[in-house]
């Protein structure tokens, strides 16, 4: 059988950071058609012998000045009609960032850059509504066993913040008490004699991640489970 094929293969990414008290996505707004003018993830064509990684890391650093050492593939998106221009299958990736440690400057096919709550997204291009939902879902459900506090909160943060980032994430209420109990039962936070006011009650400790004791834990078989 004879196969003819004019597929072209994209990268896109979903950058996740949390500020604010809110869980936020990175988009630009297009430069070219189709889709001029739109809010999309970034993202583009893989150039010939190039990685799928290496195009990831380009397009964001081209798109939006965001250099990010850590990208997680997420999802292939293909439906024939993704892309009114030609066949185009994507590769997704996702990653979680701080926010203020990134200088976001839009460049090359992008005309602005932004960070966008994820409850109030603008009208996105191509099938990205899509892909931010499946990254949605991995993330909700890497919160059940990874710390990815690590790479959302601040070096130093009250407990209090702990449990909003995961509150926030996961969309609904959480039983402070037994997360606390679960969270503190690892070892893998240290509490440190620096102490700060919430408001009317006693100031409270602040905290912070060991991740030299979490990736010792890790290569030990521990396994973080907070269902």
Do not use: C
Not at 21 to 34: D, E, F, Q, Y
Not at 145 to 150: K, L, N, S, T
Not at 171 to 189: E, G, H, M, P, V
């Amino acid at each position: 059988m004879t196969i003819t094929q004019n597929i072209k293969v994209a990268v896109d990414a979903v950058v996740f950071g949390y500020q604010d008290r809110s869980l936020n996505i990175l988009l630009i707004k297009r430069k070219v058609a189709p889709f001029k003018n739109n809010w999309a993830l970034p993202g583009g064509l893989v150039l010939e012998n190039e990685s799928l990684e290496d195009a990831i890391v380009r397009e964001l650093k081209e798109e939006t000045n965001v250099t990010i050492d850590y990208l997680e593939q997420l999802y292939s998106f293909g439906e024939p009609n993704r892309d009114p221009r030609n066949r185009v299958i994507s590769v997704t990736y996702f990653a979680l960032v701080k926010p203020e440690h990134h200088s976001i400057q839009a460049d090359t096919d992008a005309t602005d850059v932004a960070w966008f709550d994820i409850n109030k997204l603008p009208e996105l291009a191509f099938d990205h509504e899509l892909i931010i939902k499946k990254a949605k879902e991995r993330l909700q459900g890497k919160l059940t066993y990874e710390p990815i506090g690590f790479d959302l909160l601040n070096n130093k943060f009250l407990f209090s913040d702990l449990e909003k980032l995961y509150m926030t994430i996961l969309q609904k209420q959480i039983d402070r008490r037994n997360f606390r109990k679960k969270i503190l039962s690892f070892n893998i936070l240290e509490e440190l004699n620096e102490r700060v006011s919430e408001g009317r009650g006693r100031p409270a400790s602040l905290f912070k991640f060991n991740k030299k004791q979490y990736f010792k834990y890790k290569r030990e078989g521990f396994l973080f489970d907070i269902k």
